[in-house]
């Protein structure tokens, strides 16, 4: 079995820590603005002097080619470099762009060009970082007794940052400049980037239950290990009373073959003796 809501609801300090990790990582995933940002591409490319249709589709195109391509290069770093460098360079080279972005647009002349690189490399930081890296960690921070619910809220978390990041967006853009808000978002990544350091445990290599022994060490709280012990024995049980139950019904299946074949023996020497 799996411990209840009210893990969640009612932590004890572990899991507490554990919870404020997996889903403050995904939170932050979306209070980089990454998906204001994919949203509202086509206006930000109007402000930086892009207008045509035509060039802003191939602009997008490219955009979104960088993207995958920095997907795939994560995908192999993650498991050689290991999370929390990957996640540090991420946040770091996030915050860089944005940076350009925001003295791309100070002042009355933007370079379109500045802007579509700032852009790309925003993109590419965001893949090889946090992009992947929220999901990633947050599958191998949760242990099993909490993994199916923390996952859940998690997820909420995350569609809720989008949302309020979506929603407000533009009216953050025209209150405080688009200048002023990209420079914001910075600020928000070189904050991420800090609450990585300081709370997010390397998780390369390590099991759920290192995790777990990690997490009642760094809080003091062992209640946590007793639980996950007492969900892995019960799981043990429930396999091995499987086993047998499995090997009950074979054995039967093999004793009903038996009588069956038996039963056919009478029959075939009461035929030959008529013959």
């Given amino acids: 079995s799996v411990a209840g ?36 591409l086509t206006f930000i490319l109007d402000e930086n002097g892009i207008t045509g249709r035509r060039t802003q589709g191939l602009v997008l195109i490219g955009l979104g080619f960088v993207k995958v391509i920095f997907l795939f290069v994560s995908a192999k770093l993650f498991d050689t470099k290991g999370r929390r460098p990957l996640l540090l360079l991420g946040q770091f080279g996030c915050a860089f762009a944005l940076v350009l972005l925001s003295v791309n647009f100070f002042g009355d002349k933007e370079s379109a060009i500045l802007g579509v690189a700032a852009l790309a490399m925003y993109l590419a930081f965001f893949s090889i970082g946090i992009g992947p890296g929220a999901w990633l960690v947050a599958s191998e921070v949760f242990t099993t007794s909490i993994r199916a619910k923390a996952m859940s809220v998690a997820t909420f978390a995350n569609r809720l940052g989008a949302t309020v990041m979506a929603s407000t967006f533009l009216s953050f853009a025209s209150a405080i400049s688009w200048s002023g808000f990209f420079l914001m978002l910075a600020v928000v990544c070189l904050a991420v980037a800090f609450f990585v350091h300081l709370f997010l445990p390397e998780t390369k290599g390590r099991s759920l239950e290192d995790m777990a022994r990690y997490f009642a060490e760094v809080t003091g709280d062992k209640s946590i290990l007793e639980l996950e012990q007492r969900i892995a024995t019960e799981q043990g049980t429930s396999v091995e009373m499987m086993g047998q139950s499995s090997s009950s019904s074979q054995q039967q299946q093999q004793q009903q073959q038996s009588d069956a074949a038996a039963s056919r023996l009478p029959e075939a020497s009461v035929s030959g003796t008529m013959l």
Avoid at 6 to 15: F, Q
Avoid at 16 to 40: C, E, K, P, T
């Fill in 5 to 40: 809501w009210d893990v969640i609801l009612y932590p004890s300090p572990a899991y507490r820590r554990m919870l404020f990790v997996g889903i403050g990582l995904a939170l932050s995933q979306q209070l980089v603005g990454i998906d204001a940002i994919q949203y509202f």
